[in-house]
Nanobody, 120 residues
Framework: QVQLVESGGGLVQAGESLRLSCAAS????????MGWYRQAPGKKRELVAA???????NYADAVQGRFTISSDNVKNTVYLQMNPLKPEDTAVYYC??????????????WGQGTQVTVSS
């Protein structure tokens, strides 16, 4: 099992920045993808950004150019730098990892979520 602990959410004004962190721990063999999703009230959970173990990144159109995802493969930690934030970025942000065991069995793991609220 892999446990994910998120931090860094909060309440900010439009134009300000936040940095989210997510640290993975537990029985880790290989994490191939780490990323962030978000879910606003009444909406489906959506991908925000993802990064592969090799450093390839993917961003949602809505955050391209404003958010930056990075990771530390040694620490099994993923970060999301968000700047500048907009009111429409308000959501619960969830950390996600795709983990593969030594027997090549893949599984998705999710964090508990951290609230980001952007006031106008």
């Amino acid at each position: 099992q892999v446990q994910l602990v998120e931090s860094g959410g909060g309440l900010v004004q439009a134009g300000e920045s936040l940095r989210l962190s997510c640290a993975a721990s537990g029985s880790i063999y290989r994490i191939s993808v780490m990323g962030w999703y978000r879910q606003a009230p009444g909406k489906k959970r959506e991908l925000v950004a993802a990064i592969t173990r090799g450093g390839n990144t993917n961003y949602a159109d809505a955050v391209q150019g404003r958010f930056t995802i990075s990771s530390d493969n040694v620490k099994n930690t993923v970060y999301l730098q968000m700047n500048p934030l907009k009111p429409e970025d308000t959501a619960v942000y969830y950390c996600h990892v795709y983990h593969t065991t030594v027997w090549n069995i893949g599984s998705d793991f999710w964090g508990q979520g951290t609230q980001v609220t952007v006031s106008s």
